[in-house]
């Protein structure tokens, strides 16, 4: 059983920056950042391979969030840079029990809590 807790989350104003780290107790392989919004539906952010070779991300932040991971930390990060009202959301981590790197929630196997991500205007 794979446990992930996220943290890092906070609130910032439209241009800031924040990091967001996911510890994982247990095995992971590809792993994913994902987050939701009040009245919305979950929606993909980003996933990493295990190695760290690939990687993937929504249209909406690319160019200003970057996806890493430590596997010595057993840690993932998300650093969100010139940062929106949009992405105000809980942003939640997430494992699968295989290394390949996919945007759909439902192929994820493990989540942790989430952490609010809020920007204010």
């Known amino acids: 059983q794979v446990q992930l807790v996220e943290s890092g989350g906070g609130l910032v104003q439209a241009g800031g920056s924040l990091r967001l780290s996911c510890a994982a107790s247990?095995?992971?392989?590809?792993m994913g950042w994902f987050r939701q919004a009040p009245g919305k539906e979950r929606e993909f952010v980003a996933a990493i391979s295990w190695s760290g070779g690939i990687t993937k991300y929504a249209d909406s932040v690319k160019g200003r969030f970057t996806i890493s991971r430590d596997n010595a930390k057993s840690t993932v990060y998300l650093q969100m840079n010139s940062l929106e009202p949009e992405d105000t959301a809980v942003y939640y981590c997430a494992a699968r029990q295989t290394n390949v790197v996919i945007t759909q929630a439902r192929e994820y196997d493990y989540w942790g809590q989430g952490t609010q991500v809020t920007v204010s205007s």
């Open positions: 247990g095995r992971t392989y590809a």
